[in-house]
């Protein structure tokens, strides 16, 4: 996430071909070819780009007001490829029903948002779902008989959770120094981040949500626990996971892809084993249950 000085500089930043700066908030033209020359990267800089929608060419923010209406109509042009994109906002100038009803976020026969729409919409999407959240515990020994000595909820919308637990994964990853010879040390890390955040990502995005339950993030002195509400979905069984992927969630799983936290693959529990591996650590013991699955990554020894 960009900073307020980084987002300063990339305002006034002239010669960036990084950034793209429009005053209007209806070019819809202008986003999407803004969006796909990022995609593109053909400078290849392999670093994101940004569309700055309320500031002029001059990097002058413009005053815009921010409204619910532009929120969607940005986020349906960065969803959809942009002659779709074109299309529901413009041409056919549907509600904003119908509009969500085209992603499969509003069921337009039952009149109401979808669990993929009240996800990523709802201002309080745990009065819809009450399961939808992610729940961290660090427990002050090996089990749960031990006291509590921290703990947090994450909840709010999705785009919300996901990137608070992305800032998050970090806290368990201490380091500390390893001597490779009486010259020099190396610092080491108790687990990787990168897999943590995967399984923690493909809990939320896997994760049954007709449950009440949370999602579990626990932490104890030698392992840590990531346990999501539901079973192995379709086609996924014990045998053959994880090289086959099925979606209990396609809708929650294509928008976790194009907000740019997993990928479309299927790959985000053999990126975390290979993370493992590359620290030292076992790989990721997983348990299959009718009501849950259970990750758990054993600490670096």
Same mark, same amino acid.
């Given at each position: 996430? *960009?900073?307020?000085?980084?987002?300063?500089?990339?305002?006034?930043?002239?010669? $960036?071909?990084?950034?793209?700066?429009?005053?209007?908030?209806?070019?819809?033209?202008?986003?999407?070819?803004?969006? #796909?020359?990022?995609?593109?990267?053909?400078?290849?800089?392999?670093?994101?780009?940004?569309?700055?929608?309320?500031?002029? +060419?001059?990097?002058?923010? #413009? @005053?815009?007001?921010?409204?619910?209406?532009?929120? *969607?109509?940005?986020?349906?042009?960065?969803?959809?490829?942009?002659?779709?994109?074109?299309?529901?906002?413009?041409?056919?100038?549907?509600?904003?029903?119908?509009?969500?009803?085209?992603?499969?976020?509003?069921?337009?026969?039952?009149? #109401?948002?979808?669990?993929?729409?009240? *996800?990523?919409?709802?201002?309080?999407?745990?009065?819809?779902?009450?399961?939808?959240?992610?729940?961290?515990?660090?427990?002050?020994?090996?089990?749960? $008989?031990?006291?509590?000595?921290?703990?947090?909820?994450? $909840? @709010?919308?999705?785009?919300?959770? *996901?990137?608070?637990?992305?800032?998050?994964?970090?806290?368990?990853?201490?380091?500390?120094?390893?001597?490779?010879?009486?010259?020099?040390?190396?610092?080491?890390?108790?687990?990787?981040?990168?897999?943590?955040?995967?399984?923690?990502?493909?809990?939320?995005?896997?994760?049954?949500?007709?449950?009440?339950?949370?999602?579990?993030?626990?932490?104890?002195? +030698?392992?840590?626990?990531?346990?999501?509400?539901?079973?192995?979905? @379709?086609?996924?069984?014990?045998?053959?996971?994880?090289?086959?992927?099925?979606?209990?969630?396609?809708?929650?799983?294509?928008?976790?892809?194009?907000?740019?936290?997993?990928?479309?693959? @299927?790959?985000?529990?053999?990126?975390?084993?290979?993370?493992?591996?590359?620290?030292?650590?076992?790989e990721a013991e997983f348990v299959f249950d009718p009501s849950h699955v259970l990750a758990t990554i054993r600490r670096k020894t």
């Open positions: 996430m *960009l900073s307020t000085e980084q987002l300063q500089t990339l305002m006034t930043d002239l010669e $960036s071909d990084r950034a793209e700066r429009t005053a209007s908030t209806k070019n819809t033209d202008k986003f999407g070819e803004a969006i #796909c020359a990022f995609a593109n990267d053909f400078p290849n800089h392999r670093q994101p780009g940004y569309l700055l929608v309320g500031v002029n +060419d001059a990097g002058h923010a #413009c @005053g815009l007001h921010v409204t619910d209406e532009l929120l *969607l109509d940005l986020f349906l042009v960065t969803y959809l490829p942009a002659a779709v994109a074109r299309d529901v906002i413009d041409e056919n100038n549907r509600d904003v029903k119908e509009q969500l009803a085209s992603l499969r976020f509003y069921d337009l026969a039952a009149d #109401c948002p979808t669990n993929a729409g009240a *996800l990523l919409f709802a201002n309080q999407p745990l009065h819809w779902l009450p399961g939808a959240y992610v729940q961290f515990v660090r427990w002050a020994g090996l089990t749960m $008989s031990d006291d509590p000595i921290d703990e947090k909820r994450f $909840s @709010g919308d999705l785009l919300t959770v *996901l990137r608070e637990i992305q800032s998050f994964a970090a806290l368990p990853t201490q380091s500390y120094p390893v001597a490779e010879s009486a010259l020099r040390e190396r610092n080491v890390i108790d687990y990787p981040v990168v897999a943590i955040r995967e399984l923690l990502w493909n809990a939320v995005m896997h994760r049954s949500y007709d449950s009440n339950a949370p999602v579990r993030l626990y932490w104890y002195d +030698d392992r840590i626990e990531i346990q999501n509400p539901g079973g192995l979905y @379709g086609m996924a069984s014990p045998e053959n996971f994880p090289t086959q992927t099925d979606y209990r969630n396609p809708v929650v799983s294509e928008a976790m892809a194009t907000l740019g936290y997993v990928n479309a693959f @299927g790959r985000g529990v053999i990126r975390a084993q290979d993370a493992l591996r590359k620290n030292g650590n076992p």
